[in-house]
C-alpha cells in the first residue's frame, strides 16, 4: 500500500485509523472474506450502555474506507460487497513502514540511539530485540 496510511491523533501519537473505523476493521478481518454492510451491523458489539450505531453510519465508514482504499468494493446484485486490501498484518507492517521508514532514511543515527535507550531501561524488550535481531540475521545467512 503506497502512500501515508496514518495521521496524528489527539495525543499526538500516529495512527492509522480512526476510532470507528478500527472497530469497523477489527470486524472486517474477523470476517475475513467478502462482506455486506448488514454483515457488519450484526457483528458489532456495544458496551452497556451504548446506543447503537446506525446502519447508514456504518455503511459511511465502510464507504470511507474504500474510498481510502482500505477496502475493496464490489457489486452483489442491489447491494455491495466489500473486502479488506490487506490483511490485519500486512496492514499494521503498512502502517509501521509508513512511520519508522522516514526516520530510518533521515534520522537514522538519532532514531536508532532513541531505541537503544528505551530498549536499555526495560529488560523485558532488550531481550525480545535481541531474540528478533538473532532471528533476522538467521534469515539473512539462511537467506
Do not use: C
Not at 501515508?4 to 470507528?20: E, K, W
Not at 450502555?49 to 457489486?75: D, F
Request: avoid cysteine; glycine fraction near 6%; proline fraction near 3%.
Amino acid at each position: 500500500m503506497k502512500g501515508r496510511i496514518f495521521r496524528v491523533d489527539r495525543t499526538g501519537a500516529p495512527s492509522a485509523l480512526g476510532p470507528l473505523e478500527a472497530r469497523v476493521m477489527e470486524i472486517v478481518w474477523s470476517l475475513d472474506g467478502w462482506f455486506t454492510v448488514t454483515d457488519v451491523v450484526g457483528q458489532m458489539n456495544y458496551k452497556r450502555g451504548e446506543r447503537p450505531l446506525a446502519y447508514t453510519t456504518i455503511k459511511t465508514v465502510i464507504t470511507n474506507l474504500s474510498e481510502k482504499r482500505h477496502l475493496k468494493k464490489r457489486a452483489a446484485g442491489r447491494a455491495n460487497e466489500f473486502k479488506a486490501v490487506l490483511s490485519q498484518e500486512d496492514f499494521q507492517q503498512a502502517f509501521i513502514d509508513n512511520v519508522i521508514g522516514p526516520l530510518l532514511q533521515n534520522q537514522r543515527h538519532p532514531f536508532l540511539a532513541h531505541i537503544a535507550d528505551e530498549l536499555a531501561s526495560d529488560d523485558e524488550s532488550y531481550a525480545e530485540f535481541e531474540r528478533l535481531l538473532a532471528e533476522k540475521r538467521a534469515q539473512r545467512k539462511n537467506g
